[in-house]
């Protein structure tokens, strides 16, 4: 997280370059999967269906 804020960027947007290296990586694309999962469970409850953005 102090990376991130570091960076100005969300933890899932860090890069080598922001410092987010070895198990940081690992950590990087962790926090990613997480909260893609979590924007699909919240979208499922909408009442209507969204398009994916990316």
Do not use: N, Q, W
């Not at 940081?24 to 909260?35: G, I, N, P, R």
Request: aromatic share 6%; hydrophobic share 50%; with cysteine.
């Amino acid at each position: 997280m102090p990376m991130a804020m570091e960076a100005r960027k969300p933890i899932f947007h860090l890069k080598s370059a922001d410092g987010a290296i070895g198990a940081h990586t690992y950590a990087v694309k962790a926090c990613e999967k997480d909260f893609e999962e979590l924007a699909h469970r919240i979208a499922a409850g909408l009442p209507a269906p969204i398009e994916a953005v990316r």
